[in-house]
């Protein structure tokens, strides 16, 4: 008998406006093109540019699918589990496509061991996620999406502004550390991130602002 594991997350519009503005963040760095955060016609995309990944897709009903790997802390890869079987039969085609936009090329269930650790899905809106019991850890219990809370999304908010600041040609003339209450604020923004509002977490000359509002922007279309 196939035992589950139920998992408490934050409500979608609390994730979609932190994965908004995580996707504006890196954007407003890096430029357009980077990728790692992003909103597309399969839902939200996180990756940590070094192999680790997520997708969430969010459906209208109030279904919901997350899945990815963390390329460190997945054992149920390395131990090869099948992560398909047990989970509802609705919720494979968003894991198949989940994992053929991350790959590249197509894959389908049954077919080789994909790059793939952690599989959640919810029933309805406001029930709590569920995934198959593996006994063993699936990655995601080590901080890979940042959205998942709010310490986390202020950590990762820490470490984008301090790469920032390296790149400045006056290192020494910024601010000591984020502001944490402009990072909560451009959260609860979300899609509707404003210049203003990410000046005040990045107060850089330099960054890619339009390009960063096009990204926040990009998650009022996605898959809701």
Avoid at 22 to 38: F, K, M, P, V, W
Avoid at 76 to 99: C, K, N, Q, S
Avoid at 158 to 173: H, K, R, T
């Amino acid at each position: 008998m196939t035992a589950f594991r139920t998992q408490q997350f934050p409500t979608i519009e609390v994730i979609r406006g932190r994965w908004a503005l995580a996707a504006a963040i890196e954007t407003a760095i890096l430029g357009e093109g980077g990728d790692n955060s992003r909103a597309d016609e399969h839902g939200w995309f996180y990756s940590d540019g070094g192999g680790s990944w997520a997708r969430l897709t969010p459906l209208p009903d109030g279904r919901a699918v997350l899945a990815g790997i963390d390329r460190d802390h997945s054992e149920t890869y390395r131990r090869g589990f099948d992560l398909i079987t047990g989970m509802p039969e609705w919720g494979v085609a968003h894991v198949e496509a989940a994992v053929s936009s991350e790959s590249g090329r197509r894959w389908v269930a049954g077919g080789e061991q994909p790059w793939l650790g952690f599989v959640y899905w919810r029933e309805n809106a406001g029930e709590a996620w569920r995934t198959v019991d593996h006994g063993i850890a699936d990655g995601l219990d080590r901080h890979l999406l940042p959205v998942l809370s709010e310490e986390q999304m202020l950590a990762a908010a820490a470490d984008w502004f301090e790469g920032a600041v390296m790149d400045l040609d006056d290192p020494e003339s910024a601010p000591e550390q984020v502001d944490a209450e402009a990072v909560r604020r451009g959260a609860e923004l979300g899609q509707d991130l404003t210049a203003e509002a990410l000046a005040a977490v990045l107060p850089f000359e330099g960054m890619h602002v339009e390009a960063a509002l096009r990204a926040a922007r990009a998650f009022s279309t996605a898959p809701r």
